[in-house]
C-alpha cells in the first residue's frame, strides 16, 4: 500500500513539474528581480536627479531683474519665453531665475518660513520672498525641470513625491546650510524658481543660495 501511494505522489509531482516548467522561490521583497519592476522610492530617485536637477535649473534661469522688466507686471506674460507648463501646453506656469540682493526681513514664525529680498538692479513694486522652509509651498522646482515629466511616473502620488523629495533635499542642501536666522541684512545670491500666481509677489524656493 505503501508503495502504491508513494507511486502516485511521484506521478503527480512529475505531472506538475511537466505541466508549469521549473518552480523559482522568490523572498519576500525581492520580487522586483524575477519580474523587472522594482518598488518607487522617492527619495532614491530625487538624490539620484539632484545635481542633474540644480544644473538643469541654472542653466535656464533668466536674471530676475531682466525677467520683472520684460514681465511689465505681467508674469505670466513671458510663459513662452521663459516658462514651463505644469500640464504640457496648460496649467500653471513656473519659472527659473537668479539674482542677487539684501535680505531685508527673515520670517520664521510659521513652518512655511520665507524672507524678503531687496533685488539689486531693480525698484520695481514687486515683493521678492524666498522661501526658507521647513515647509516649502508650490512645486515649482518639480514643475521647472526638462529632465523629468509626469509621464515618467506611474501616478499622482509618485509625482507629488519628488516634488515632495525635492524640497527635502533644498531644506537640507541649501536652507539649512546657509543658517537663514542670521540673514537679515546680509547680502545673497540665489537661483530658484517660482509659480506666477501674483503679479505683485514672488515666492522662489532656491536650489542654490550663497551668502556673499
Given at each position: 500500500m505503501k508503495k502504491r501511494v508513494l507511486a502516485l505522489?511521484?506521478?503527480f509531482a512529475l505531472a506538475v513539474t511537466t505541466m508549469t516548467g521549473c518552480v523559482k522561490v522568490v523572498k519576500i521583497g525581492e520580487e522586483g528581480k524575477l519580474t523587472g519592476k522594482t518598488e518607487f522610492n522617492a527619495d532614491d530617485s530625487v538624490s539620484e536627479m539632484w545635481d542633474a536637477?540644480?544644473?538643469?535649473?541654472?542653466?535656464k534661469a533668466v536674471e530676475l531683474p531682466t525677467?520683472?522688466?520684460?514681465?511689465?507686471g505681467d508674469l505670466t506674460s513671458l510663459?513662452?519665453?521663459?516658462?514651463k507648463y505644469s500640464m504640457g501646453t496648460s496649467g500653471?506656469?513656473?519659472y527659473a531665475v537668479k539674482g542677487s540682493g539684501t535680505v531685508e526681513e527673515v520670517h520664521q514664525e510659521k513652518k512655511a518660513g520665507y524672507m524678503t529680498v531687496k533685488l539689486d538692479g531693480y525698484e520695481g513694486k514687486e515683493v521678492i520672498k524666498l522661501q526658507i522652509g521647513s515647509i516649502y509651498k508650490g512645486s515649482s522646482t518639480r514643475d521647472t525641470l526638462d529632465i523629468i515629466n509626469f509621464g515618467d511616473y506611474t501616478n499622482q502620488k509618485e509625482w507629488g513625491a519628488i516634488s515632495q523629495g525635492l524640497h527635502s533635499l533644498i531644506d537640507t542642501n541649501v536652507i539649512q546650510p546657509a543658517d537663514?536666522?542670521?540673514l537679515q541684512g546680509k547680502s545673497i545670491e540665489f537661483i530658484g524658481t517660482f509659480t506666477a500666481e501674483e503679479n505683485?509677489?514672488?515666492?522662489?524656493?532656491?536650489?542654490?543660495?550663497?551668502?556673499k
Open positions: 505522489v511521484m506521478v536637477a540644480v544644473e538643469d535649473i541654472s542653466n525677467f520683472l522688466t520684460e514681465a511689465n510663459a513662452d519665453k521663459y516658462g500653471s506656469i513656473s537663514p536666522a542670521g505683485d509677489e514672488l515666492l522662489i524656493t532656491p536650489v542654490s543660495l550663497t551668502v
